[in-house]
Structure formats: structure tokens, C-alpha cells
């Protein structure tokens, strides 16, 4: 079953999810908000995916809610939050967090990422971004409350930097040299048209790596962000411990022993909902 809004594909070990909506900067409509849930979990529980790059067609990356839609059939887009919905679709079940992806993400900023474009940005392990690369907010300009991309970056980059870009709206952008120095994004690409090239070869580095462990480490990473030192060491000896025994385990020593590539097993689970 094929998708009306993103592109899905396998290029070896690497899955991508790209939006496609070029024609309105790949703004996040209903059909779009329907089908992430969908695309994020095919690549999931494909055992051949071990990385997953998330990118946008065109010279947009992702720039949000579509605010035509949102003015003429926000019952379309916006769905039902409210206090009694479940955390995981609080980000309207768009991002690999969201929807229990463990497989290590990266972003590919390719152009203009702006407002709910950031959930994307938060909900990956690795960001990297063409030059031709911006970044705003513009919820207030429009009348919005910008809330859940706010908390998000707040955890990743300077408080601050945070605030300016909510307070400044449309009024304001920055390009991906400031993204680098926040800490916002770890490579600039350029020129622009690198960028896929530049993604796929860091995601095929990541991909050589044992999948299994890679999932237990990024649930170590991830978890540890709602809980205390204390209580973040239990539970990342927890991972530790739990992938004793694993094929990999054992696979990767010996492999490094006899100088060859190692032979890794499925990974079991990269797809989990939390409750």
C-alpha cells in the first residue's frame, strides 16, 4: 500500500521517510498525520532497516501544520488532544519517539524547518542539515501557541535560544551555522545537493553496528531523559544486562578477535509503544 505524502524506501540497511509535499514545503496535513504513524513503523519492523533517515522533497524540510487546512477543516489535522490522550500522541503520533521507533534516526534538514517541523528535529538521534538550511517558529506570528516544540528543545539546546526563536515568530529565522554552534545540529553539508549522499553514508556507519545494541542503547539515552541519575543507572544496567546472552553478544568480540565483520543477528524488537 503506497503513500499520498511521504516516500518510503530502503536504500541496503538504510530506510528513508521523506516528506513529500514539496509544492507547500511539506506541511503536515491530515493525510500526511495519517500516514506517518504507518510509514515509521513499516521501516521499524523491517529487520534489513537498521538506520533510518528522515529528510523532505524540494526546499522544504518540514514546515509544520498546514495552516490552509487548519483554517478551513482543523478537525482534519489537529484530531482530539486533550488531558485524558496518551503521552505517545501528544506529538500527534508523527515522530519515531511518538510511535516507539528504536532504531536509531536521522534528520536531514534539506531546507526550511519550521514550527511542528521541530518535532522531527526532537524526536531524532542525529541532525544534520544542508547550508541552504533555516530555522523558525512561527506559531505566535499566526496566533498559535507554541508549547510542544519548546519543551522539546529546551532538553537539547540553550533555554534562551529557545525563547527567542518562540518570541520572535515568523519575524526571525537562522540558518544552520547558528544550528551548529546550539548544538542544534552536529554537520553542515555543503553544497545543499550533498546532503542525501552525506546522510547515507553516516547512517551506512551506523548501520555496521549491532542492531540489537544500538536499540537497547538508544532506550538507555532516550529513557534516561524523564528520570534521575540514580534511577537512570538501574535501568540502563538493566539494557546492559538484558542483552547478555544475545547472539551479538558473543558475535562481536569474536569477530573483532578474528579481524573480520561481524555477523549480526535481527534485532528483535525496534518497534514498542510505552504506555
Known sequence: MGYETLIVEKRGHVGWLIFNRPDQLNALNGAMGRELPRAWRELASDDDVRVIVNTGAGRGFQTGMDVKEVATAPQNIRGRHDADQKKSERGGGSTAIDNGVWKPVIC?????????????????????????????????????????????????????????????????????????????????????????????????????????????????????????????????????????GHPDDAEGPRAFAEKREPRWAPPGSALETES
Open 108 to 244: 536531514a534538514i534539506n531546507g526550511v524547518c519550521a514550527g511542528m517541523g521541530f518535532h522531527f528535529v526532537m524526536g531524532a538521534d542525529i541532525v544534520i542539515a544542508a547550508s541552504s538550511a533555516s530555522f523558525l517558529d512561527p506559531h505566535v506570528s499566526v496566533g498559535q501557541v507554541s508549547a510542544l516544540e519548546p519543551i522539546g528543545l529546551i532538553r537539547r539546546i540553550p533555554f534562551e535560544a529557545v525563547a527567542r526563536m518562540v518570541f520572535t515568530g515568523s519575524h526571525e529565522r537562522f540558518g544552520p551555522e547558528r544550528a551548529l554552534q546550539l548544538g542544534l545540529i552536529s554537520q553542515i553539508v555543503d553544497p545543499p545537493e550533498k546532503l542525501h549522499d552525506e546522510a547515507q553514508a553516516l547512517a551506512e556507519k551506523i548501520a555496521r553496528n549491532s542492531p540489537a545494541a544500538m536499540i537497547a542503547s538508544k532506550k538507555a539515552m532516550w529513557r534516561s531523559l524523564d528520570r534521575g541519575l540514580t534511577e537512570s543507572l538501574d535501568m540502563g544496567m538493566e539494557l546492559v544486562s538484558g542483552h547478555w
